[in-house]
Each structure stands twice: as structure tokens, then as C-alpha cells.
């Protein structure tokens, strides 16, 4: 796959994501405010599973929510994974897990190569665009270079969407 190429896969099964919905309806999910939040979205809810580089130390770690802080979450987070490895191929180390995020135009900076989005709720709209393309991932896999492709969402989010964003942020 090329560094400017998206791959828009074929549906999961919404039953797939059953389990993760309600272990996401119980569990509490970090609120950014308005000192920890890097996009400027005061109220967003995001966190990251498996191993990342420290922000500044760049020290590699597992998250403080991988298996000892939200076992059955990361659980249900690898049970996609897998789905995702088995039909792309797709190594990661790390997953976001996003709760009703919009994100303005960006890159990915410290991601390496592809990722892999894929929402889930009961939302419409917040669709992700990629160099000006829109997309919705609502159970559609996509595959794109975060690193090399501007990419945000739309700012019409209606409802509970909740993403997850597989990515290797180290080789």
C-alpha cells in the first residue's frame, strides 16, 4: 500500500462490538479539560491502550489503561484487533480509543506507517476526511498513513460515537 493510498474495508459485524458497548456504558473514560487537552477540545474523551513512547522521555511503556487498569476494555480492544490482523495483515502496537472526539485538520506525528480507524456508536455524522475526501467508518475499517495524510472530522456529530484507532508509533 502506498503512503497517500486509503483502503476502505468491507463492514464488521456490529455485533462484534456488543461487549465493548456495554463494558464503554460502565466505564469512565478520562475527561480532557482545558489544561491536558492538545486539540482544543475541552470535554473530549480519548485514551490509549498498549506500549507508546513517553511524550517527553521518550521512553517505551505500556499505557496506564493496557490490561491492569481496564482489563475486559483492552480485552474486547484485542478481540478487533485480531479481526483487523487476520483480514489486512495489520501489526499495531497501540490503540486510541476515542469517545465523541472531532478533530481538527492534522497529521499523525508520531505514528509510523498505517493505521486503522473504526467507529461504533449510536451517532451519525462526525465522519473522518482525508485529504479532503469524507469517509465514514461506522464498522468500516479504514486503512490510511495518518503521518502523511491530513486527515480530521466533520463537526456535525450527533450521538455516542466512539473510534478506535489501531497505529504503531515505533518500529
Known sequence: MANNEVVVGE??????????????????????NKNSTRWGQIGAR????????????????????TDRKKPKLSNEINKIGAILKDIYGFNYNAVHLNN???????????NVGN??????????GGNIVIEGIMYDAYLTP????????????TD???GNKYSLVFFCNFV
Open 115 to 124: 493505521s486503522i480507524l473504526i467507529s461504533f456508536g449510536d451517532y451519525t
Open 142 to 153: 479504514i486503512m490510511f498513513n495518518g503521518s502523511q495524510l491530513k486527515h480530521w472530522n
Open 11 to 32: 463492514p464488521l459485524d456490529a455485533e462484534l462490538f456488543n461487549d465493548m458497548l456495554t463494558i464503554l456504558k460502565k466505564t469512565q473514560i478520562m475527561k480532557r
Open 100 to 110: 465523541n472526539v472531532t478533530c481538527p485538520p492534522h497529521y499523525d506525528g508520531k
Open 46 to 65: 480519548f485514551c490509549t491502550f498498549g506500549k507508546t513512547k513517553g511524550r517527553y522521555d521518550g521512553i517505551l511503556r505500556d499505557t496506564s489503561y
Open 156 to 158: 456535525d456529530l450527533q
